[in-house]
């Protein structure tokens, strides 16, 4: 079965450094890959996805991951971080040579931006 | 109103309580899902429905009870939860079946079982 582990629940960063949020997933077939942003609130909403093609991915508000096949990975990057970047962020796998439409998601990331 | 919606926002229980949940898409989507979300634990998949068809069911107890009488319509009976059960309960939809589809989400319904 797939796994998403996400390395560390809560990050902080002050506003305008460089956003790292970290993930890797477990399957010998590499899945489709999703981050989603949650803010308070507030249901989930796509940053991005990787499915075929250029392993680096932009997304919205500025954020990109790369995908990296040899590190199994999809670190998702903001090179600024903005005050209204908090929020939780997850990361999201689905299988894709089954055909299986859910998700499984990682256990997410509180990320707090410092003034 | 676009998007999912979702309701009720909150919704308070005791255990021996009959409620519904209730989502709604304005997408043209196809395929539908419920997903539990707990402190502390990551969102868990629940059901999955395509064309109005149940197509996942992931050992979810029985007192949860789906519904789906169109692909724009999507209920989660609940009788008889344990305090346990209390969580955030997220709907989305997609477009079509496909693990490559994105899923959009609703604002969930906060559950709190007395």
């Known amino acids: 079965a797939q796994s998403v582990t996400q390395l560390g629940s809560h990050v902080s960063v002050s506003e305008g450094a460089l956003v790292l949020l970290r993930c890797n997933y477990s399957?010998?077939?590499?899945?489709?890959l999703f981050w989603y942003v949650q803010y308070p609130n507030q249901g989930l909403q796509l940053l991005l996805k990787y499915t075929t093609g250029a392993t680096l991915v932009k997304g919205i508000n500025g954020f990109e991951a790369e995908f990296k096949k040899s590190e199994t990975s999809f670190h998702l990057t903001k090179p600024s971080a903005h005050m209204s970047d908090a929020a939780e962020y997850f990361c999201a796998v689905s299988e894709r040579d089954t055909g299986r439409r859910a998700l499984t998601f990682g256990s997410g990331t509180r990320l707090q931006v410092q003034p | 109103e676009t998007g999912v919606t979702q309701t009720p926002r909150h919704l308070v229980m005791g255990m021996t309580n009959k409620k519904s949940l209730k989502c709604e898409q304005h997408l043209g989507h196809n395929a539908m899902y419920w997903y539990k979300q707990s402190a502390k634990k990551p969102l868990e998949l629940m059901f999955v429905?395509?064309?109005?068809?149940?197509?996942e069911n992931n050992s979810v107890p029985s007192r949860f009870s789906p519904e789906c009488p169109n692909s724009s319509h999507l209920f989660l009976h609940l009788h008889t939860l344990q305090p346990e059960d209390s969580a955030l309960y997220l709907c989305?939809?997609?477009?079509?079946?496909?693990?490559?589809?994105?899923?959009?989400f609703g604002p969930g319904t906060r559950l709190l079982v007395l």
């Open positions: 989305a939809s997609s477009q079509d079946p496909g693990g490559f589809e994105t899923q959009y």
């Open positions: 399957s010998s077939v590499p899945p489709y």
């Open positions: 429905y395509n064309f109005k068809e149940q197509t």
